[in-house]
């Protein structure tokens, strides 16, 4: 999982990745760090062209964070195209976002 710790490195990971899961989280966020490799394992084993990064808020991406409006921790958004798809918050489980990204990878792979 790549560290994006300002507006520009995002804006070119959207632009030169068509499908990808971003993880907002903070070092001393308990719930953030333990979801953070199994996040990437989900990538790693069941959706491989998807790109994966880290925006750490408590440090310095907190600009970035705030002004993609993420106020609470975690976060996880999944982008493809370059526009935002689904977006989960505080309360989800890895499931949840497995379901949200089996339909548009099937479409984006079979491309």
Do not use: H
């Amino acid at each position: 999982m790549q560290k994006v710790c300002s507006e520009e490195a995002l804006a070119d990971l959207l632009k030169s990745s068509p499908a990808v899961l971003l993880l907002y989280g903070g070092a001393t966020c308990g719930v953030c760090q333990a979801i953070k490799p199994r996040l990437e394992a989900l990538a790693n084993e069941e959706f491989p062209k998807l790109a994966t990064a880290y925006i750490d808020c408590q440090e310095a991406a907190g600009p970035l964070c705030a002004a993609q409006g993420i106020f609470s921790l975690p976060v996880v958004q999944l982008w493809f195209d370059g526009q935002r798809f689904a977006e989960f918050a505080r309360v989800f489980s890895i499931g949840d976002v497995r379901s949200a990204l089996e339909r548009p990878y099937e479409l984006m792979t079979q491309n």
